[in-house]
């Protein structure tokens, strides 16, 4: 008993000194550089790896994963609106039947309006913005359209019900699984919000059971865009980088954490011993006091702040880095790594390094994305006009973008005037739309009368060769004439 009350007395002699903000500052700082990727707290980086090697039974969760970046990393969101928002879908409409030519002009003008105005009311540089953007989330676009006669609407499908399953006409087709209208809340939304088509399969679905629970969807309505078109699979444009993007926050979050360790402080004092004693342990101050005194200064010190009581006469810090090393950079580098592996030149969103040759060759590159996407809306949209009017018209979508417009229109401006025909390329690459540039000819031309009344001022660049030979001053007689008339004068 004498060892177990002797050893209690020693405890609460020598440790009596209030810890408590110390403790909880260390927990603190350990919270703050062992949480990782908060933002992400659900994935982890060698689960990410392991769902891009099999993308195929993995990509719904690949998906969820690209969405939950697209609305928490600034980087992703802004690369995908970078590659997305160039696009412009300006469009012109060629003949596709080499027959229609044959009519009178009258009837090919009424056709040709037809189709223009069929085209106007799809509202295609809407429609496909949206579009685009899903896709470059998610790969895959299904959709449904809807349209009336003076409105036009692509209704997104939900991904985790769709699944492709072929080709039509060079356009993608895709099933859907109507198991979907099985929850309460969606069957509700079925006669409301959806196209009788999906009612009626579904009620096949009901009465046939599993066998038809997949089932696809018309081709005249459906619509169905993939990015990645060589792959068979779904998986999203940008998801090879998606180690970057958890490496690039973990950086941050490491360079948060340094940044608010560097506010603490740990005050040591320095128990003072006697002098020239001989016996271990002789301090100058009681240790009670000592106790007592530290614990009143604890209470003064903000939150930042803890206090030590040492009886040791050094204390040396061990640093398992390099202290006097800068690594600042770490979280640029990791910026870097990421704009790197998205294969988009960082000098478009950073000013540091900027080479005007890297910027426009990384730009031409980026805007091929953009132009095959383009082909796949050419082909749906062709694909809409044959099964919905005729094929007489066909759509085609200018390499423009919002990057390449300016170059675009002087080159076509350049080709017209060596009389290329050229002219609607020129007005399309303005973003002018077919109907557009015949309504605006006509009102402009034949009711304002605009062409008589908005007169160039006369210059030698407006003047007819005629006309500026008519304007040119009396040539002056030659020098043979004027010597003669002189000598005649003199006689």
């Not at 998610?138 to 769709?162: R, W």
């Amino acid at each position: 008993m004498s060892e177990e009350k002797n050893k209690q007395e020693f405890e609460v002699k020598y440790y009596k000194l209030d810890v408590s903000k110390l403790v909880q500052l260390m927990k603190k700082d350990l919270q703050a550089t062992s949480e990782g990727s908060a933002f992400l707290s659900q994935y982890k980086k060698e689960d990410i790896i392991k769902y891009l090697q099999s993308p195929v039974t993995s990509g719904k969760i690949i998906r969820q994963i690209s969405r939950l970046l697209y609305n928490l990393s600034p980087q992703y969101k802004r690369l995908i609106h970078y590659v997305s928002d160039m696009a412009r879908y300006d469009y012109i409409i060629n003949i596709n039947n080499n027959k229609i030519i044959e009519l009178p002009k009258e009837n090919i003008l009424k056709k040709y309006l037809k189709t223009t105005k069929y085209v106007e009311d799809m509202n295609i540089k809407h429609e496909f913005s949206k579009i685009t953007k899903t896709s470059f989330v998610e790969d895959v676009f299904y959709g449904y359209d809807y349209s009336t006669n003076y409105s036009y609407f692509i209704q997104p499908l939900n991904p985790d019900y769709c699944r492709l399953n072929g080709w039509a006409d060079g356009v993608r087709t895709f099933q859907f699984n109507f198991s979907f209208f099985s929850n309460t809340k969606n069957q509700k939304l079925l006669e409301t919000y959806y196209a009788p088509e999906f009612k009626e399969k579904y009620d096949l679905y009901r009465e046939k059971g599993q066998e038809y629970r997949w089932q696809e969807l018309s081709v005249e309505n459906s619509v169905c865009i993939k990015l990645n078109e060589e792959l068979d699979y779904p998986i999203p444009f940008f998801a090879s980088i998606f180690p970057d993007i958890f490496d690039l926050q973990d950086y941050k979050l490491l360079k948060k954490a340094k940044e608010e360790l560097q506010n603490y402080v740990v005050l040591v004092a320095k128990i003072p011993y006697r002098k020239d004693a001989d016996k271990a342990n002789d301090f100058a101050l009681h240790l009670d006091e000592a106790i007592t005194f530290g614990n009143r200064a604890m209470q003064q010190l903000p939150d930042q702040a803890g206090f030590i009581l040492s009886p040791y006469e050094d204390i040396k810090d061990i640093h398992l880095g390099d202290k006097n090393k800068v690594e600042n950079n770490s979280v640029a580098d990791a910026e870097k790594s990421f704009w790197n592996s998205s294969g988009v030149n960082q000098a478009i969103f950073n000013s540091d390094k900027i080479t005007e040759e890297s910027i426009r060759k990384s730009i031409v590159s980026d805007e091929t994305i953009i132009f095959n996407l383009y082909r796949q809306y050419e082909r749906w949209l062709n694909r809409k006009l044959k099964l919905s009017l005729d094929d007489n018209f066909k759509v085609k979508i200018l390499n423009t973008t919002e990057m390449n417009y300016g170059e675009v229109y002087k080159r076509l401006k350049e080709a017209a005037s060596y009389g290329i025909p050229v002219k609607r390329e020129v007005c399309g690459s303005l973003g002018m739309s077919p109907l557009e540039v015949q309504y605006s000819t006509t009102l402009e031309n034949d009711i304002l009368g605009l062409q008589d009344k908005f007169i160039p001022l006369t210059s030698a660049n407006t003047l007819s060769p005629d006309k500026k030979d008519s304007n040119r001053p009396p040539r002056e007689t030659d020098g043979a004439s004027d010597g003669e008339g002189q000598e005649n004068n003199e006689e």
